[in-house]
């Protein structure tokens, strides 16, 4: 499930460097920390420029901060990954209300994980968070695992996020490479080609474990993020604001409107749907979307078989009778490596059996909010009840 949701903007969280036993981090994924000088400027007093602005301008009062639990520097990292802060920050605090510790998540059903996540996309995420916290109480006693190379083996858990809560919650110096960081290393040592390239990222996790300061890896990690978002911006980065500004490469150059390279540029398919919105006595008929692939595990409208007649199909498919069909208006959503144009259509229906095939349920106009819908299905959903032009979620006649 890929609904876009904004640039990244950062990720983790705390900036004051905990007190816990420091974690001894020995690099073993692909080309850690360790590897050749990669390019000039000299990396010496980059962490250090860094960690001196951070405290000056650096974020310090967002939610997740100010913590070394790692339960909820985990559930930040994972809401904040392809998701802006102000986005994130509302899902944050009502997860935490519903599941104030790791082990009311994992004892949670997926279904209520999934309702509470509905509308912030990227629903693997959700899946993964359930099984984490499960793994975590099954594999680990409840306690999150301290080394970055053991919490980078739970699932919905990569690298860059496993060093994050490392370095915030057990004292590890382990670098990150998230997307702030990324284009901050690009820019700053004027690297070259798609930073999700693989060959381009190897150099940039080298680079970033040559970086990493002895101590402070907390400040200088959160000193990262926090340029990338608010300095180093993808737009119009301010330069005359930055603590790199004498030794940037893009900078010098006059190329920081080119670096980092972007994605190079692929034709995005376009795909069509057609949804059927059931209506029955104020209420939809709505069905759980297999686990795997788009919208996994959540609820959604129908999907129409391709030259399918609709009124039949849904006769027999659904055992009722269809009084009267109309269209809705359509929608388009796009998916990372897909754009999807939706067609919804309106079936007023009277059910004939009282027998429900599994996975289906008749959800009640007033129950929607609380429902774990994809945001364009909540999208037609909500412009369906606006327009007041359908007999959907009107009571009876
Ligand atoms: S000088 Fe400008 S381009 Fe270079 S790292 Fe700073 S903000 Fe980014």
New binding site residues.
Partial sequence: MSVPAGPPQGNAVKTMEPRQRRTVVTPSHGEGAGGKAVSSPQPRGFAARLIRWHKRHGRHDMPWQNTTDPYRVWLSEIMLQQTQVTTATPYYERFLRHFPRLADLAAAPVEEVMALWSGLGYYARARNLHACAQAVMREHGGEFPRHPDVIAGLPGIGRSTANSIATFCFGAQAPILDGNVK??LC??FGIEGFPGNSVVEKRLWRLAGELMPKREGGVYNQAQMD?GAT???RGK???D?????DI????AAGR?GE?PEPKPRKTIPQREATLLVLCHDGRILLETRPPAGIWGGLLSLPELPEATDARQWAAQRFACRVIAVAPAPTLEHAFSHFRLRISPLLLDVEPQSAAMESGLRWIAGDDLAAAALPAPVRRILEALQASGSSPLLSRKR
């Fill in positions: 284009r901050v820019r700053a340029l300095v180093c911006t980065p301010r330069c604001a930055c603590p790199l500004d940037c490469v893009a900078r920081t670096l």
